[in-house]
């Protein structure tokens, strides 16, 4: 079992830069591929970015590309996701979860946080 809990979501203006953290509870944390998903009003969960759990691959959506970063530590069972050039399109509630498998696909990750909110105004 793992559990995920985010924090540093909030507000801020398009061009700015917000970084997110997923700490991680539980045992075989390092086991995991960690993922982080968004999903705004009236859209689907959509996959943001994702790092196997040796963090020696990531993958991004295009969407995020240049602009997003992802890192973990596996000695302090964290993640994080740094955000730089926000977007009013950015805007979105955020997931952490965990997979066993390095995937994209929402439905493989069997472990997911509450969510944060990060909002990009114009």
């Known amino acids: 079992q793992v559990q995920l809990v985010e924090s540093g979501g909030g507000l801020v203006q398009a061009g700015g830069s917000l970084r997110l953290s997923c700490a991680a509870s539980g045992r075989t944390f390092t086991r995991y591929t960690l993922g982080w998903f968004r999903q705004a009003p009236g859209k689907e969960r959509e996959f943001v970015i994702a790092i196997t759990w040796n963090g020696a691959i990531t993958d991004y959506a295009d969407s995020v590309k240049g602009r997003f970063t992802i890192s973990r530590d596996n000695a302090k069972n964290t993640m994080s996701l740094q955000m730089n050039s926000l977007k009013p399109e950015d805007t979105a509630v955020y997931y952490c979860?965990?997979?066993?498998?390095?995937?994209?696909?929402?439905?493989?990750?069997?472990?997911w946080g509450q969510g944060t909110q990060v909002t990009v105004s114009s």
């Open positions: 979860a965990a997979a066993i498998k390095f995937t994209r696909v929402p439905g493989a990750y069997e472990y």
